[in-house]
């Protein structure tokens, strides 16, 4: 695995194409909000359509939660795109057929399905994404010291990514 990939450091800033012929950046399609990344064995795979249809019936609760979601496929841009469509997601696919991101996260495949169990559930994502919000969002707690002062006032603590542009 690339020295630079460690748990609390930023996820290296992948540039990639996506399912309209784009060169984006994680950054990019992240902006200020938390983001769900999906790494895909592509459209050939059973168990990435489940759990892609699952997230794609999720998905109106994500985008109005300010979550992203972005899948990266080992497919082509065609099947990429294919693949987007046949399970009817909103979110952007990115192509990496180079295996780029397989290779810097070491990830190899030593078997071809009880893994598909170990994958977060909508409502472990949900879990996961409260306690993500609860760290970041400085507005989650209405008890907050000067929260309702902030309302009333610049909306600093409601509104802290506009400081950051």
Not at 92 to 119: H, K, M, N, V
Not at 134 to 163: C, M, Q, T, V
Request: charged share 30%; hydrophobic share 35%.
């Amino acid at each position: 695995m690339r020295a630079d990939i460690v748990p609390g450091v930023p996820f290296p800033d992948y540039e990639l194409t996506d399912h309209t012929r784009t060169r984006r950046t994680l950054s990019e399609l992240q902006g200020n909000d938390p983001m769900i990344l999906l790494l895909s064995r592509g459209h050939f795979c059973p168990k990435d359509h489940q759990q892609h249809l699952e997230l794609a019936a999720f998905y109106p609760k994500i985008a109005v939660a300010y979550t992203k979601i972005v899948t990266i496929s080992t497919d082509n841009i065609l099947e990429t795109n294919e693949f987007r469509d046949a399970v009817g997601a909103e979110w952007p696919f990115l192509s990496d057929s180079g295996r780029t991101i397989q290779q810097d996260l070491d990830i190899q495949e030593y078997t071809d399905g009880y893994w598909f169990w170990g994958r977060p559930s909508p409502e472990e994502l949900r879990q996961d994404l409260r306690e993500v919000m609860r760290k970041i969002r400085p507005d989650w707690n209405l008890a907050a010291p000067g929260l309702r002062e902030s309302w009333e006032g610049d909306k600093k603590l409601h509104f802290p990514y506009k400081e950051r542009k």
